[in-house]
């Protein structure tokens, strides 16, 4: 990856935290043409511990508008289940990516490090961000060690206890933790349990580290730790014998870790010329596997709107759009990990009710509806719809990846997608459109419609997709709309 000195100072987008939203955001940006650099603690993209083991359906689809989703397929393996609660078949979903991608972090945070990289992102390592001040042209970054960045755009993409987030002073609302959980990587000097096990205090599970050498093991804790205490191999130890009788004989941590469910958000994810994404706007559990999708969907949905801020093309209030739609979406999330984590308690009550949802998920259209939901794949954007009666289901929806035939060939919808540019497509009779504000394509395409979780819609007569591959007009018999639709999403038209 590009590292720099500080001594280039100026930037239109300065990042805080190269994780995976900061480094989505990253690439996002650079494709918009933005000068754009990342400050990040680490020196070094290695992770320590294992954090986010999959990706879902939703962002395996925003790296393939992208043109970058097999770079990830290719390490990892894919299960045709989610899991919420119960595993839930998710193979009939109507995307090219009915699945999840069990891969873990280190390995998206390296292969996105390495697109970043490609697209001659500046990064500055080992630096840690102290704090900023902000004035109406744009932001002092502070680093450690008295260095200073100016930006117009500050985005904290620092993690769930973000400096960027707590000096912007953006109340971090939500619950405290109700359980904890110690992971470790560790030898062990007998074999351990594989798998699940289930006891009074929890579940817990052991299996083995990638390399097969060492246990790698997730353990329910008797007591909630608090925060910002430091798990030690004495703790892992004791929980151990807690639950299985022994500890393995265990030693030589390759790392040890603990996370909790507590579950807050940020009350707002802009704060004038201060932005927020990722854990830095919203933590919750990991059960679900839903935090660095969210994180990378929500760079995805930031990045195209402040690249336009930043060019002068459309009004900062274009920024306002990014918490609208994307506040609710982690919220969700939230209470969707605090659903999972209280039907994991093992008392009688709660093992009754987690029958009966097992038994509801059983439903055909529920299963469809909570895979859809767990995979991100039935997000919808407003976008005017509560203003307008009857609505397209399209409108607000993300655009299906669909086979076209258009004058050049055939091609996937997805693939006019790769610059994250905007794009009307005409599915009538050519000629019909005039405007040369975004890429127009004429285009023919016989297949059938289907939404995820909703089926099949009416075929459109023309969309317009946005660069995150959300519709933003849907034309059916008329050009109603389509002016309005451009101003609001790709600035007034020039004079
Ligand atoms: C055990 C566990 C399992 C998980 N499993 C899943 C899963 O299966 N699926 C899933 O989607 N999510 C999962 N998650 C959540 C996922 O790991 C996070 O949601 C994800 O890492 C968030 O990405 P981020 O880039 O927003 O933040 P982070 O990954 O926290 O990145 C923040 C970056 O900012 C840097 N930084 C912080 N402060 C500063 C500063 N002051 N100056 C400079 N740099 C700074 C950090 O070094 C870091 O690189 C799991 C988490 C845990 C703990």
């Given at each position: 990856?590009?590292?720099?000195?500080?001594?280039?100072?100026?930037?239109?987008?300065?990042?805080?935290?190269?994780?995976?939203?900061?480094?989505?955001?990253?690439?996002?940006?650079?494709?918009?043409?933005?000068?754009?650099?990342?400050?990040?603690?680490?020196?070094?993209?290695?992770?320590?511990?294992?954090?986010?083991?999959?990706?879902h359906s939703r962002t395996i689809e925003i790296?393939?508008?992208?043109?970058?989703?097999?770079?990830?397929?290719?390490?990892?393996?894919?299960?045709?289940?989610?899991?919420?609660?119960?595993?839930?078949?998710?193979?009939?979903?109507?995307?090219?990516?009915?699945?999840?991608?069990?891969?873990?972090?280190?390995?998206?945070?390296?292969?996105?490090?390495?697109?970043?990289?490609?697209?001659?992102?500046?990064?500055?390592?080992?630096?840690?961000?102290?704090?900023?001040?902000?004035?109406?042209?744009?932001?002092?970054?502070?680093?450690?060690?008295?260095?200073?960045?100016?930006?117009?755009?500050?985005?904290?993409?620092?993690?769930?206890?973000?400096?960027?987030?707590?000096?912007?002073?953006?109340?971090?609302?939500?619950?405290?933790?109700?359980?904890?959980?110690?992971?470790?990587?560790?030898?062990?000097?007998?074999?351990?349990?594989?798998?699940?096990?289930?006891?009074?205090?929890?579940?817990?599970?052991?299996?083995?580290?990638?390399?097969?050498?060492?246990?790698?093991?997730?353990?329910?804790?008797?007591?909630?730790?608090?925060?910002?205490?430091?798990?030690?191999?004495?703790?892992?130890?004791?929980?151990?014998?807690?639950?299985?009788?022994?500890?393995?004989?265990?030693?030589?941590?390759?790392?040890?870790?603990?996370?909790?469910?507590?579950?807050?958000?940020?009350?707002?994810?802009?704060?004038?010329?201060?932005?927020?994404?990722?854990?830095?706007?919203?933590?919750?559990?990991?059960?679900?596997?839903q935090?660095?999708n969210i994180?990378v969907q929500?760079?995805?949905?930031?990045?195209?709107?402040?690249?336009?801020?930043?060019?002068?093309?459309?009004?900062?209030?274009?920024?306002?759009?990014?918490?609208?739609?994307?506040?609710?979406v982690?919220?969700?999330a939230?209470?969707?990990?605090?659903?999972?984590?209280?039907?994991?308690?093992?008392?009688?009550?709660?093992?009754?009710?987690?029958?009966?949802?097992?038994?509801?998920?059983?439903?055909?259209?529920?299963?469809?509806?909570?895979?859809a939901q767990q995979a991100g794949l039935d997000i919808?954007?407003?976008?005017?719809?509560?203003?307008?009666?009857?609505?397209?289901?399209?409108?607000?929806?993300r655009?299906?990846?669909?086979?076209?035939?258009?004058?050049?060939?055939?091609?996937?919808?997805?693939?006019?997608?790769?610059?994250?540019?905007?794009?009307?497509?005409?599915?009538?009779?050519?000629?019909?459109?005039?405007?040369?504000?975004?890429?127009?394509?004429?285009?023919?395409?016989?297949?059938?419609?289907?939404?995820p979780?909703?089926?099949?819609?009416?075929?459109?007569?023309?969309?317009?997709?946005?660069?995150?591959?959300?519709?933003?007009?849907?034309?059916?018999?008329?050009?109603?709309?389509?002016?309005?639709?451009?101003?609001?999403?790709?600035?007034?038209?020039?004079?």
């Open positions: 990856m590009a590292e720099r000195s500080v001594a280039m100072r100026e930037h239109a987008v300065v990042i805080v935290g190269g994780g995976p939203t900061g480094l989505m955001l990253a690439g996002e940006l650079a494709l918009a043409g933005v000068d754009v650099a990342i400050v990040e603690r680490r020196a070094s993209q290695d992770l320590v511990g294992s954090r986010a083991g999959g990706l790296l393939d508008q992208r043109g970058i989703a097999g770079r990830f397929l290719s390490q990892g393996q894919t299960h045709p289940v989610v899991g919420f609660h119960v595993p839930l078949d998710i193979s009939d979903a109507p995307t090219r990516h009915p699945y999840v991608l069990a891969l873990f972090q280190n390995h998206i945070e390296r292969t996105l490090a390495g697109w970043v990289d490609e697209l001659k992102v500046p990064v500055y390592r080992a630096r840690e961000v102290t704090g900023f001040a902000q004035d109406a042209g744009g932001v002092d970054v502070q680093l450690a060690a008295g260095q200073s960045l100016r930006a117009q755009w500050l985005v904290g993409c620092d993690g769930g206890r973000s400096v960027i987030r707590k000096a912007a002073g953006i109340e971090f609302a939500g619950w405290d933790a109700t359980t904890s959980w110690l992971i470790a990587e560790v030898e062990t000097t007998s074999e351990p349990k594989w798998g699940w096990h289930h006891d009074a205090v929890g579940s817990h599970a052991i299996g083995k580290s990638e390399d097969g050498r060492r246990a790698r093991m997730v353990l329910t804790e008797r007591e909630v730790a608090g925060p910002g205490n430091e798990p030690t191999l004495r703790e892992v130890s004791e929980a151990l014998i807690a639950s299985y009788g022994t500890d393995y004989g265990i030693h030589s941590p390759a790392w040890i870790s603990r996370f909790t469910d507590m579950a807050r958000q940020a009350v707002s994810y802009r704060n004038r010329r201060v932005l927020l994404a990722g854990d830095a706007a919203h933590v919750h559990a990991p059960v679900g596997g935090g660095l994180g929500d760079a995805v949905n930031l990045g195209w709107k402040l690249a336009q801020v930043v060019k002068g093309t459309s009004p900062e209030t274009l920024l306002d759009t990014y918490h609208t739609e994307r506040h609710p982690a919220a969700r939230l209470r969707s990990t605090m659903a999972l984590v209280a039907l994991r308690r093992p008392d009688a009550h709660t093992k009754a009710l987690g029958e009966y949802v097992s038994q509801l998920l059983s439903i055909d259209d529920a299963r469809k509806r909570m895979a919808c954007y407003d976008l005017g719809r509560s203003h307008i009666d009857n609505a397209h289901p399209l409108l607000g929806r655009m299906p990846d669909l086979d076209l035939i258009t004058a050049d060939g055939p091609l996937r919808v997805f693939t006019l997608l790769h610059t994250a540019r905007p794009v009307l497509i005409n599915f009538g009779a050519p000629g019909v459109f005039l405007t040369d504000r975004v890429r127009l394509i004429d285009a023919e395409c016989t297949a059938t419609w289907e939404l979780a909703l089926g099949a819609v009416t075929a459109p007569a023309a969309v317009l997709i946005r660069p995150d591959g959300y519709v933003a007009w849907v034309g059916e018999r008329s050009l109603l709309g389509l002016p309005d639709a451009l101003t609001t999403w790709f600035g007034p038209p020039a004079a």
